[in-house]
């Protein structure tokens, strides 16, 4: 429960704690491709041409905000008459100098204005910065694209979840409810996909609905129901046949009353059971799909897309920009497993 909701607290507040703010964590700084974790270095904020279009605060929070600047990594940096010279870093012992010319403030004598402007660079246009997980093959952030990856694994298990739970509670109450031709149809249904890999039925969704962020919480969730409905099927079988079933039937209380008011609060437990064991999956079939090429596209950061990009690192002696998103996923899905056990134990469901 305590990774759960911490890695749901940073989901809710990434765009405010990650280091680089920006839409999708996408700042690319190229001579910092593939950095180690801890790997520190100083950089420029050079301004760019235009001013980014901003939106409002919420906006911001939800979808970052867009930098004014271009960050350029310096081993230092010295004035020389009316001109800034950096030391550009471009590997580890190579670099090159960058001139830029310090434009004098009207009104002021040139010697004053350039000192002003001098003292002004120093102090607002540098900044140290530092990858507390290393840097990716692109030179953007592990840790912010890590922060604000974990929006897209909560996010397509809660999806999938309530769209897997919702169809196989009304399908699997049906079906155990009224029996016969109902019982016989959905069953079908249930065996039919049963048979098809869940993979290739996501497959042949996405190729239906596209790809995209919301596609594939959809197709995920499209898929995930017939475990559900077959267990809340068997629940109802039983709970059908309990007296207060009987007795709500002899006041005359209508079938979707009874299922819904009298049966469904009774098996609870068995549904919390399986939604924390659909939440868990959804995770690994996101990240499965990501991994694969047709899940959540770039740039936007995913974990399982994370790892596609970086999985030949494994192979190098920096294999951490894949090895990173991959426990961050293990850790998520084992926290739902054992959540799940938990309930299971708790609830004390059996049978199912």
């Known amino acids: 429960m305590c990774i759960i909701l911490l890695t ?8 405010l704690i990650a280091p680089d703010n920006t839409p999708d964590s996408n700042n ?7 950095k180690p974790p801890g790997f520190n ?5 050079l301004p760019k041409p235009q001013k980014q279009a901003r939106a409002g605060k919420i906006s911001q929070w939800f979808k970052g905000s867009p930098s004014d600047y271009q960050l350029v990594p310096v081993n230092g940096y010295y004035f020389r008459d009316t001109s800034l010279v950096l030391r550009h870093y471009i590997d580890e012992g190579l670099e090159d100098t960058i001139c830029y010319l310090v434009r004098q403030v009207a009104g002021a004598s040139p010697g004053a204005a350039v000192g002003a402007l001098q003292i002004k660079i120093a102090q607002n246009n540098f900044i140290h910065r ?16 890590l922060i604000t990856g974990s929006r897209v694994s909560l996010s397509v298990g809660f999806v999938a979840v309530l ?22 149809v959905v069953m079908w249904l249930i065996n039919m996909l049963w048979a098809i890999p869940t993979l290739l039925l996501v497959f042949a969704i996405t190729l239906t609905i596209g790809k995209g962020f919301w ?5 995920i969730g499209l898929t995930m129901w017939v475990g559900a409905a077959r267990l809340i099927r068997g629940q109802v079988l039983v709970l059908k046949e309990m007296e207060y079933v ?21 098996m609870v437990g068995p549904v919390m059971v399986i939604a924390a064991s659909n939440f868990a999956a959804a995770i690994l079939t996101e990240a499965g799909l990501s ?14 897309l994370m790892i596609k990009e970086h999985y030949n690192f494994l192979l190098t002696s920096r294999p951490f920009p894949a090895l990173i998103p991959g426990i961050a996923i293990m850790l998520l899905v084992y926290s739902f497993n054992i959540l799940g056990n938990a309930l299971r134990d708790i609830l004390d469901v059996k049978g199912g």
Request: charged share 10%; hydrophobic share 50%; aromatic share 14%.
């Open 246 to 266: 009987t007795a709500a039937r002899a006041l005359g209380l209508g079938n979707m009353r009874i299922i819904f008011r009298h049966i469904f609060p009774n």
């Open 163 to 184: 769209l897997s739970l919702t169809i196989g509670i009304v399908l699997g109450s049906l079906a155990g409810y009224f029996g016969g031709m109902v019982d016989g």
């Open 130 to 145: 530092k990858f507390y997980l290393g840097t990716d093959r692109y030179g953007r952030d592990i840790l912010s694209r």
């Open 291 to 304: 991994f694969l090429g047709i899940g959540v596209q770039p740039p936007q950061p995913s974990w399982g």
């Open 8 to 15: 749901a607290l940073i989901s809710i507040f990434a765009y």
């Open 215 to 219: 596609e594939i919480f959809i197709a």
């Open 28 to 34: 690319m700084i190229v001579e910092l491709s593939a």
């Open 41 to 45: 270095t100083q950089l420029f904020l």
